[in-house]
């Protein structure tokens, strides 16, 4: 059973504000995983960590960023928020030892007013 | 082209019946591959995973895997109206340290 833990769950909050939604795991795992869906659409990778100190950049452009100090915490922050930030944010983790199955964390649901 | 294609749907099934989801995906090296059911507003959970040719069951679950077609499918036998989701096709394409996601099928079971 996968522990990966997300908070807030959900986050209402006004333009302009700065934000940081939490993601911890207690597995150990190296990789982790931040996704943006929207209700009813595909899932977009926004960033990635292969460990500690080591991030990326995923396949949809996002005004966000990541750190990756701990191995167990992988927070994302927008600077400012703006109603087109409105979305579902979900995290993963996974470990190279078992090919990548990726966990995924409850989720976090925001709204930009 | 997609790197992993699924059919959007919706796809409507009879309760009791089979439901059958397909996925392709276009590297030909690919090793790892997985589905994942999401329930509407909830997050994706892993319900399968296989990495050989051929069939893997679990439970009312098999995952069919054709590496020769880079085809894979999950079959759900006795299909229950609890399996209305939409149902994720994953693969870790080679040298990623990625999963690549499809787009989802839709499923409704209908009583």
């Known amino acids: 059973e996968a522990d990966i833990y997300q908070t807030p769950r959900y986050l209402v909050i006004g333009t302009g504000k700065k934000i940081t939604l939490e993601c911890s795991q207690t597995m150990g795992h190296d990789k982790m995983y931040w996704y943006q869906q929207d209700p009813g659409m595909e899932l977009h990778l926004i960033h990635y960590?292969?460990?500690?100190?080591?991030?990326e950049k995923g396949d949809l452009s996002s005004e966000s960023t990541v750190s990756r100090i701990r191995t167990e915490h992988f927070p994302l922050t927008l600077e400012s928020a703006r109603p087109s930030h409105t979305s579902q944010y979900l995290c993963a983790s996974s470990a190279m030892t078992t090919r990548l199955k990726q966990y995924f964390g409850p989720g976090t649901r925001l709204t930009v007013t | 082209q997609k790197e992993v294609e699924q059919n959007s749907g919706p796809l409507s099934v009879p309760e009791g019946a089979i439901a059958s989801l397909n996925c392709t995906y276009s590297?030909?090296?690919?090793?790892?591959f997985f589905w994942y059911r999401q329930y509407s507003g909830k997050s994706p959970e892993l319900i399968m995973s296989i990495y050989s040719n051929g069939d893997k069951e679990d439970g009312r679950f098999t995952a069919q895997l054709n590496k020769a077609s880079q085809y894979v499918s999950l079959l759900i036998r006795d299909s229950q109206p609890s399996d209305s989701a939409t149902y994720l096709c994953a693969v870790n394409m080679a040298g990623a340290q990625k999963l690549v996601f499809g787009q989802g099928t839709r499923l409704t079971i209908n009583p």
């Open positions: 960590s292969y460990g500690v100190n080591s991030t």
């Open positions: 590297d030909r090296v690919s090793q790892s």
